[in-house]
C-alpha cells in the first residue's frame, strides 16, 4: 500500500469543474477507508514493535518515540524494511498523525478546494477552533524528512508538525526505558 493521493499522482489535466467534482466525491468516499487504515498501520508497528498490547502504540503514540527515534536516524532503512517495516514511508505517515491527533487534536481531513496545491489529498486539519480550514501535509513532512541524511531527528520532525498546527512546540516521550 502507498500513500493514497501523493504529489507523485497526477490529477485529471485539465482539472475541469466536472473532473474536480469527480475526483473530490471518489476520495471523499475513501477519506474513511485512509482513516482506519491509518490506525491499522499504527497498530502493525505496535506489533512489529512488540508492544502487548499492539493497540498500546495506537492509544499513546509517545510511548513508541524513543523505538521509532532509533530507526529513523539510521542512514538505510532497509533492514528494518526486511523484517516488515515496508513501506516506511506510510508507517511513519501514520504514526506521526497519530502522534499529532494524540498531541494536538484533530483528524485526518481531505482537501477539497480545486485551487489548493494539495486538492483531493489526505492532510491532518480540524486541530485548530480559530482557524477550521487550516491543514497540515504530513506525507509531505515526512517524505521530506526521509530524504535527511543519517542521523535525523524524529523529535524535530514532530515539532514541526507541532508549529504548523499552530500548537506549543514540545514533544513528550513516554517511552518505557
Same mark, same amino acid.
Given at each position: ?11 485529471? =489535466?485539465? %482539472?475541469?469543474?466536472? !473532473?474536480?467534482? *469527480?475526483? /473530490?466525491?471518489? *476520495?471523499? @468516499?475513501?477519506? &474513511?477507508?485512509?482513516?482506519? !487504515?491509518? /490506525? @491499522? ?8 514493535? /512488540?508492544?502487548?498490547? &499492539?493497540?498500546?502504540?495506537? @492509544?499513546?503514540?509517545?510511548?513508541? %518515540? ?19 517495516? #515496508?513501506?516506511? =514511508?506510510?508507517?511513519?505517515? !501514520?504514526?506521526?498523525? $497519530? ?7 484533530? $483528524? ?6 480545486? $485551487?489548493?496545491?494539495?486538492?483531493? /489529498? ?6 485548530? !477552533? ?8 504530513? +506525507? ?8 535527511? &541524511? #543519517?542521523? *535525523? =531527528?524524529? #523529535? ?19 517511552? +518505557?526505558?
Amino acid at each position: 500500500m502507498a500513500y493514497p493521493f501523493d504529489p507523485e499522482q497526477p490529477l485529471p =489535466d485539465p %482539472l475541469t469543474p466536472d !473532473a474536480a467534482t *469527480r475526483v /473530490r466525491d471518489e *476520495r471523499r @468516499e475513501l477519506l &474513511p477507508t485512509w482513516a482506519e !487504515a491509518s /490506525r @491499522e498501520l499504527v497498530v502493525h508497528l505496535g506489533q512489529l514493535s /512488540r508492544w502487548n498490547p &499492539p493497540e498500546i502504540l495506537l @492509544e499513546h503514540p509517545s510511548h513508541g %518515540l524513543t523505538h521509532m527515534s532509533t530507526i529513523c536516524a539510521s542512514e538505510d532503512l532497509t533492514p528494518f524494511e526486511m523484517i516488515g517495516y #515496508k513501506p516506511f =514511508d506510510l508507517l511513519l505517515t !501514520a504514526y506521526c498523525a $497519530e502522534y499529532m491527533f494524540s498531541d494536538v487534536g484533530g $483528524e485526518w481531513v481531505l482537501d477539497e478546494d480545486p $485551487e489548493s496545491p494539495t486538492f483531493a /489529498r489526505f492532510l491532518m486539519g480540524e486541530h485548530d !477552533a480559530a482557524h477550521p480550514n487550516a491543514t497540515v501535509d504530513v +506525507y509531505a513532512a515526512v517524505t521530506t524528512f526521509l530524504n535527511e &541524511p #543519517k542521523g *535525523r =531527528d524524529l #523529535k524535530k520532525l514532530l515539532e514541526s508538525l507541532q508549529d504548523a498546527m499552530g500548537a506549543p512546540a514540545g514533544v513528550h516521550d513516554t517511552s +518505557y526505558p
